[in-house]
Structure formats: structure tokens, C-alpha cells
């Protein structure tokens, strides 16, 4: 009976690889990882603990982690000019939950943008933020245009007097100004702190912003959306010693205690292919999202922030109301195909989150396989043919079966060279 389940599982998994093989992936959160890192995963590596930091570990058997470890850092810190990096989180939410337990307290005020307003789920009340008991109070934000409106945000920041601002977003459509309020957090004397698990690779191909030089003390982040690289999570610091040292202990012991090594090595792996691929991978990822918001609009549909040009990210947000709403389209998409996700929107407060007025689209993953300016238009297309009723699946699996490499990465050939060295 085992057998035949392990057999099953596999046989599962295969479908879902066949299913994703033939579908247009367009969920804003994920992406492929390049050969020489899938090597990662499958690696020794894997199968091994390493608590605490490279030097000081608690187990035998740690050298080569400790050199792989301490080259992955300073990769990660000449990357993202950052004075200090902690590539232990093993995910965003834990990098965050990380920040939270090491410079805050319960009772301690916390100011960033609402859920309605894009934010992610680890920064509500009923997440990593607010199950520390903080007290949480928003930014103000105009809706119209999609970004921290600052006028008012000084402001509230002035009457608050919050301990951090937190900026970070779920939909991050247009860079958050930390420099117009960079001025008025250092008179309150608050940290700052931005959620860059979205924009990440933007970041690292210095495009978007550049939180660091604007006045953040501290980034955390995913490193499989825009960042093309394993799941895992990371800390990027502008701090000083004591700040960093405390941060560095909420990782470990705070929120983890291995961290997961195969995925810190292709990390490391992703963030040299960055160095070498990233401006142009972060250059094609935003104009794709343009180019698709665009053809959209021109298709009739209600994309979201039209004043302020859609979107400088890889995300766009479509109002789909008028389309059945969100989780009509999204449905109707899968059915054909084409994989996104139904969103909520600014207004939305009042709707259920398994029912809200939006779909969100990321174009990284496409980006990812070669697609440019002509596959965005052929996507809007069959987006608006499908909801029209007509069965696009074929012609989905037509235009996907030309981009079957994951690009912005070293070849194939010398992964899989390495391949045979870990069986
Ligand atoms: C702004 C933001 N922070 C954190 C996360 C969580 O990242 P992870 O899924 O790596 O835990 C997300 C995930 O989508 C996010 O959008």
C-alpha cells in the first residue's frame, strides 16, 4: 500500500509539472529557479543542520556550509549594496516575523499601509505583526494613484509616534516614498523597515528603488518572486552594530533553527546570476507589465492606477467586477490555462476576501521563460477571449511550448554536468 502512495504522489506531481508545462503562469509570487540552483536542492546539502553562524555552530560537519554560507553573504551584500545580510530566513514571513521579535515589544506602535491597500497578511492584526501584540496604525493612501499618499502620512506619523514603519506591499505597483518621509520618521526617531518580498529582484537589478540609499535601516524579503531564486527568505541591513546584532539573534534562536541549506547555497547561486543577468531580467519584467496593462486597457478592461501609468513593478491590478468578479475570472482563466489569482482591491474592505472585486497579474515568470512585447498582447488577448467564452487552451499551449528554457541564468549544460556529481 505505501509504495503504491509514494507512487501516486509521484505520478501527481508529474501532472502538475505537465499542467504548469502547458499553462501561462501569471501569479505575482512565484517563479523558476535556474538549473545550477534546482542542483542545490538536490544536493547533500539538503539532508544537513547548521544552527547559528558560519564559525560558531552548534554541530560537526559545518565547514564547507560555513565557506558556502559566508560567499553567499558577501554575494548578497555586494548585490544589493548592503552594509549587512542574514541569509538564514527561510521565508519572507519568517524574515519578517524575525524583525518583529527582535526591535519590538508588545504595545510597541507600528505604522504601515492596510490590507486593503496591498499590504501582506504577515503585517495585519491576525499576522506575524499583530500576533505580537503590536499596536498597529496605517498609512494614507491614495487609492486613485496606488501609492502612500505623503502629505497625510507625515502627518499621522507625526501624531503617532509609531517605534517602525513598515512599507511593504502584496501589490507593490509604484516604488513607496521613504525618501519624501524619510525626514519626518528620523524626527520621531522609528526604524524603517521595508518588505521587499515582492520587489526583490526589481531591486537587485536596480530598477524600482533603492531602499537602502533612501532611508531604510532595514529590508527583509522573499527570494522566489521577482528574485528568481529558492524558496527562502533573507535580511538585508543599513544598521548599526547593536540593531543588527539583535536582529541577527531573532533569526536564530528567534524564528528558526536550521535554515534549510541547500536553498541558502542557491541562493547564493541566484544572486551571482543576478550580478550578471538581473538589469536586464528587471528591465524586460517591467516592461512586459506595462506592455500587458496597456494591451488590456485597450481591450476595455479596468485596470487599476491608469493615472499613474499602471504599474513600475511586475504587478498589475484589474478591477473584474464588470467580468463577474474576481474569483469568477480567475476561475474561468484556470479552466483555460492561464494561472493568476483573484485579489482584492482598494474599496474591497467589505468584501470577502474568497470573493473580491480584482484579479492580480505579475509578468516575472514569463519574463523568466523569454516572453517579451508580442507574447503580453497575445496573453491580453486570449485573456479577454477566454472570458469571452471561447476554449484558448490549445492556443495557450501553443505559445508556451515555444518557451520551454529559463533564461537570465547560467546554462543548462554546466548544471547538469554538476547533476551527475550528487547522485
Ligand atoms: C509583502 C510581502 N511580505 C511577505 C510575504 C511573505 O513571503 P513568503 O511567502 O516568502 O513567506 C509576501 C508574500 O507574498 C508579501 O507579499
Redesign the pocket.
Known sequence: MAISDAKWIREKAIEHTEFFRNSIPLIA?ENLISPMTKEMMISDLNNRYAEGLPGHRYYQGNKIVDEIETRTEDLVKSLFRAKQADVRPI????A?QAIVFSLSSPGDKIMSPSLDDGA?I?SAEFGAVGMRGLNITHMAFNSEYMKIDVDETKKLIIREKPKICLF???VFLFPAPIKELKETMDEVGCKVWY?G??VLGLIAGKRFQDPLREGADLITG?THKTFPGPQH?IILGNTDDETWKKVRRGVFPGVISNHHLGAMAGLGITSAEMMEFGESYADQIINNAKTLAQEMHSLGFDVIAEKNGFTESHTILVNVKSKGGGKFVAETLERNSIILNKNMIPGDSNKKSQDPSGIRIGTQEVTRIGMGRSEMIQIANLINEALNGKDVRGDVRDLKSNFTEVKYCYGREDAYEFISLFK
Open positions: 509570487s521565508s519572507g514571513t519568517n519578517n501582506h504577515s511593504g506591499f502584496s518588505d518580498a515582492h522573499s527568505g
